[in-house]
C-alpha cells in the first residue's frame, strides 16, 4: 500500500499482515480521492478504524490541514505513527490508541470534522453505533461529509431515521463507500 498522490506520493505504508484492517486498496483509494479532492484543501478529517492509516494520511497529503487517526489495536496503531513518520506528515497527525466510540466522545466539543471516514469490521453493525452517535453530534461540521466503507450487501437504509441522507453510493467488486450528510443539506459529492 502506498501514498497515491500529493506531497507523500509514492511513499510506501507499513500494515498489518493479515486481514485484522483490510487496508482499502490503491485502485479504491484513488476513486474515493478523485471524489474529494476538490473540497479536501484545508480540511480536517477524521479517520476512524483507521487501520494503517492510509485513507487518513492520503487526505493529508492531498491538502487535508490536519486529521485524527482513531484505532484501538496498539499493533496498528504503531504502524499508524511510523506512517506518519515516513511520510513527514506526524505534526498534521493526532493519533488516539482507543475504542471509536471512547474516542468521539473525548472529541466531543473539541474538534469539528469537514470528513469523518470509517471503515469498521464487517457484520458487526459498527457503522450503525457510530452513525447513531454522529446524529446528535457536533463533531460533523456544517457542511461536513460521512464516508462508510462496508461491504457491498450491507444496507444502511436507516440512515433516514437518523436524520442523515445519503448522497453517493460508488460500489467496488465486494465493498462500497456510502457518503452521507445531514438530511436537508445539498450534497457536495
Do not use: W
Not at 484513488?30 to 487526505?59: K, R
Not at 457542511?143 to 453510493?169: A, C, M, P, R
Amino acid at each position: 500500500m502506498r501514498v497515491i498522490a500529493g506531497s507523500a506520493r509514492r511513499t510506501q505504508l507499513k500494515t498489518l499482515d493479515g486481514m485484522d484492517t483490510r487496508p482499502t486498496t490503491d485502485r479504491i483509494k484513488e476513486t474515493l480521492f478523485n471524489m474529494l479532492a476538490p473540497y479536501l484543501y484545508d480540511s480536517i478529517f477524521l479517520d476512524l478504524f483507521a487501520g494503517s492509516g492510509g485513507i487518513g494520511i492520503e487526505a493529508l497529503s492531498r491538502g487535508a490541514m490536519e486529521a485524527v487517526f482513531v484505532e484501538k489495536n496498539p499493533k496498528a496503531m504503531e504502524y499508524i505513527k511510523e506512517n506518519l513518520e515516513r511520510t513527514h506528515l506526524k505534526r498534521k497527525g493526532m493519533t488516539m490508541s482507543m475504542d471509536v466510540m471512547t474516542a468521539l466522545y473525548k472529541l466531543e466539543g473539541e474538534k469539528q470534522f469537514d470528513y469523518i471516514f470509517m471503515d469498521p469490521p464487517y457484520g458487526q453493525d459498527l457503522e450503525q453505533k457510530v452513525l447513531a452517535y454522529l446524529s446528535g453530534s457536533s463533531l460533523l461540521s456544517f457542511d461536513g461529509v460521512i464516508i462508510v466503507e462496508t461491504s457491498k450487501d450491507t444496507s444502511l437504509e436507516y440512515v433516514k431515521e437518523l436524520g442523515f441522507s445519503i448522497i453517493k453510493t460508488k460500489e467496488y467488486k465486494t465493498n462500497k463507500h456510502v457518503f452521507v450528510e445531514p438530511s436537508g443539506r445539498k450534497g457536495i459529492c
